[in-house]
């Protein structure tokens, strides 16, 4: 059974990191591209970022570029998004997905398997 768990999500100042980790069980995450989407109360989901499953290609919404980094840790069956000078907006629940497909369509949520979603607050 293909399963996705994301963790790592909390409660973070302003300012403040966290890194989210997306693991893998049923199958071998290096062979399939991956993403993580948020979704704010009353906001439709979004895109945060995706990568490759050689890991030679990320993109990143625009929101996001230079505060956070996606990578892969084969070994782990593990992907994951580090998130750094976090701002409230940032405040959502954090999913991943992941799929045997190209990366530009992990992005445009085609996915076929997506986790339960991790909880990521930034407050003071």
């Known amino acids: 059974q293909l399963q996705l768990v994301e963790s790592g999500g909390g409660l973070v100042q302003p300012g403040g990191s966290l890194r989210l980790s997306c693991t893998a069980s049923?199958?071998?995450?290096?062979?399939?591209?991956v993403g993580w989407f948020r979704q704010a109360p009353g906001k439709e989901r979004e895109g945060v970022s995706c990568i490759s499953s050689s890991g030679g290609s990320t993109d990143y919404a625009d929101s996001v570029k230079g505060r956070f980094t996606i990578s892969r840790d084969y070994a782990k069956n593990t992907v994951y998004l580090q998130m750094n000078s976090l701002k409230p907006e940032d405040t959502a629940i954090y999913y991943c997905?992941?799929?045997?497909?190209?990366?530009?369509?992990?992005?445009?949520?085609?996915?076929?398997?997506w986790g339960q979603g991790t909880q990521v607050t930034v407050s003071s």
């Open positions: 997905a992941a799929d045997s497909i190209p990366v530009q369509d992990i992005c445009a949520m085609r996915s076929r398997y």
């Open positions: 049923g199958f071998r995450l290096g062979d399939y591209a």
